[in-house]
Nanobody, 127 residues
């Protein structure tokens, strides 16, 4: 069992930055591929970013490329999402997810590929 807890969300003005953290307990994240997803009110959950178990492969949704960066610190059992140049349309609940198994350099983009989920953290971007 893996418990994931997100933090770092909040209210920020357009153009600002936030760094989300996803801390894990119950299992070392070094054996997991990780991802970030978001869900805005009235919309389905969507993929934002992913990082492989190896940490050397990342993937991003087109709408965040060049603005968001996913990273991991296995020593701290934590995954991060650095979000820059935030836009009002980035407003959503952001959740991290862990995938157990799979290949070492694989980045998972789909909800069904993940085994564990955090409860999410609210990000609100004002115009």
């Amino acid at each position: 069992q893996v418990l994931l807890v997100e933090s770092g969300g909040g209210l920020v003005q357009a153009g600002g930055s936030l760094r989300l953290s996803c801390a894990a307990s119950g299992r070392t994240l070094s054996s997991c591929a990780m991802g970030w997803f978001r869900q805005a009110p009235g919309k389905e959950r969507e993929f934002v970013a992913a990082i492989s178990e190896s940490g050397d492969t990342t993937a991003y949704a087109d709408f965040v490329k060049g603005r968001f960066t996913i990273s991991r610190d296995n020593a701290k059992n934590t995954v991060y999402l650095q979000m820059n140049s935030l836009k009002p349309e980035d407003t959503a609940v952001y959740s991290c997810a862990a995938r157990v198994g799979g290949t070492y350099h694989y980045t998972a983009r789909y909800i069904y590929e993940y085994n564990y989920w955090g409860q999410g953290t609210q990000v609100t971007v004002s115009s």
